[in-house]
């Protein structure tokens, strides 16, 4: 039989019947938490709660207020739409288009590493080494991704001249959509980050989350991280996870203004080595953990 005009040969899923149909918001979520924890979705509750609150179009507050009221059907399609691409092991953040970091939402979206809530470590330790300070720091972030560390400092250090790298045209893309939407002023490079840290030196403040994973590990991580997020922003170059640390640490003193400091985050148990190599460069190099007591942030200075 032919094909009908207008029938793609697509159906779409049948209306629900009547008593399959969520009296209410707050028995929608109910059975989103309970679709998302049978999928074996750890954060089920969170993450249904961010998804129906997505597609109804409300924060996660506006949410919890809206339990009592009836749930039109476009909105029913939308949330079972957006729960099976969660089921699927799709990221919340690349399902909403967005993550919070250090208070703000950052736009991202599949090719840009979706910001962690340890990378605010370097935050706090770039704060505090620029308090009081009178002159205008210049800052390079290597490795910009969504520009979350980047637009991060200039807003919180406003008398900072703030330049970010990545070699990704698509993170790029990301970072300057983010810092239209949240006004902060940052000059953007698509380069190598050890090649622009060297032309645009010398610098008071370097700051870098590099690709640290160890390729070898590619198989342990979370399908959400493996298959999701891009593989030039997670494995670290040439099989070595201390790839960036060496060259970091090799380049340091040749880049940074005498009383300069770089911030580097570590992988898990990446600790010891790179504060041995950070003592190569800088015998105070330190190590400063993150509130889960990991060390993650190497500190060296000029
Ligand atoms: C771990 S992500 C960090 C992104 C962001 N800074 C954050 O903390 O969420 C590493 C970033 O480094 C970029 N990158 C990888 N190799 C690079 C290189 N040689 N030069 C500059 N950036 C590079 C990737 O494209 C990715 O955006």
Redesign the pocket.
């Known amino acids: 039989m032919s094909a009908q005009a207008g029938d793609t040969g697509e159906r779409s899923a049948p209306a629900p019947k009547a008593a399959e149909r969520p009296r209410n918001v707050g028995e929608m979520l109910e059975r989103a938490r309970a679709f998302l924890a049978r999928k074996g979705v750890e954060e089920a509750r969170l993450d249904a709660d961010l998804l129906v609150a997505h597609a109804l179009d409300v924060d996660r507050l506006h949410l919890l207020l809206r339990l009592e009221e009836p749930v039109a059907e476009e909105e029913l399609v939308r949330a079972r739409g957006l729960l099976q691409r969660r089921a699927a092991t799709e990221p919340v953040a690349y399902i909403t288009g967005v993550r919070e970091f250090y208070g703000r939402s950052f736009g991202v979206r599949s090719g840009?590493?979706?910001?962690?809530p340890e990378?605010e470590l370097i935050v706090d330790l770039a704060r505090d080494y620029l308090a009081d300070r009178e002159d205008a720091p210049r800052i390079l972030?290597?490795?910009?991704?969504?520009g979350?560390?980047a637009i991060t400092l200039a807003l919180e250090v406003p008398t900072a001249t703030v330049h970010a790298?990545?070699?990704?045209r698509e993170?790029l893309e990301v970072a300057r959509a983010n810092a239209t939407s949240l006004g902060a002023q940052v000059t953007w490079t698509e380069?190598?980050?050890?090649q622009?840290a060297q032309d645009g030196a010398p610098w008071d403040l370097v700051v870098c989350?590099?690709?640290?994973v160890d390729p070898a590990g590619r198989e342990a991580l979370a399908p959400e991280v493996r298959d999701h997020e891009?593989a030039?922003?997670?494995f670290a170059?040439e099989g070595d996870e201390h790839y960036w640390v060496r060259s970091l640490t090799e380049g340091a003193r040749g880049w940074l203004q005498r009383g300069g400091l770089m911030l580097v985050?570590l992988g898990y148990g990446q600790g010891p080595a790179a504060l041995d190599l950070g003592r190569q460069a800088d015998p105070e190099a330190r190590v400063e953990q993150d509130l889960a007591g990991i060390p993650r942030v190497l500190v060296l200075g000029a």
């Open positions: 840009v590493l979706i910001p962690r990378t972030d290597i490795g910009t991704g969504s979350c560390l790298v990545d070699v990704s993170a380069n190598d980050g050890l622009a989350n590099p690709p640290y891009p030039g922003a997670l170059p985050e």
